[in-house]
């Protein structure tokens, strides 16, 4: 199975329609497809769907998976936030996601602009990175309680503009302890995290999230693996899905989940290495 569970639409802050976004899975050779637009936040803005629009995005996929039927298996799902409202019933899955902390009543965006990122860090942190690090890495060590999710969505978003470690250092040890911390929180609860190439695709990292000794980190913790492009585009949907495979091999893991009608099943890695 060719599976990508990670992708945005126009629904949400995605360029493409849910049916581009099939016609570019089959183009690339995926299997299956999720949709998984970001779920309405308490007040709207421009990257999430609206409450309103949940029905319409619900029919779309509906749509779409009757009409792709037998050339794409197509799944129902969302990407929550810490902070998005329970979603109710009758979604194929959820990722859970920190993309905000909240900070001395200020919502302060993890992967919003470089510039965005270091101005909260000097308000809000007094400059100390590490402070911040702090903070998300508590809101993603709960993630999955908060959420429900069966998928823990990009670990590391906080190094989505450090690479080269050119804002903090990702081998301090406050930085260590806190990402530790959180992984050791969502290993004892058994979700699958995702081995994300979002940021490659647009251009911010060279590598997927997480960082390899992150994933050396979870693989020693016993922790389970898929890999997704978090795409936001038709042209995207397997984007580096054999560099992430080759990376998570490096790491020690020969096996990634993908989500069936069964629920997740593990499968092995080499399908995705183009061999
Ligand atoms: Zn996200
Ligand atoms: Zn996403």
Redesign the pocket.
Known sequence: MIQNL?T?TTFCDGKDAPEEMVRGAIAAGCTSLGF?G?APMEAPNDWVMDVSAIPRYRAEVERLREAYAGQLEIFLGL?LDYWSPPPGDGWDYL?G?VHCVKKDGAELMVDYTAEDFCQNIATYYSGDCYAFAGDYYRLVGQAAERTGCQIV??FDLITKFNEGDKLFDTAHPRYRQAALDALDALAAQDVIFEINT?AMSRGYRSAPYPAAWLLSAMRERGCRICITS?SHSAGTILHAFPQAAALAEACGYRETMVLTHEGFVPQPLAAYQGG
């Open positions: 990670h945005h998984s970001h990407e990722i996601s969505g990009h979002g978090d």
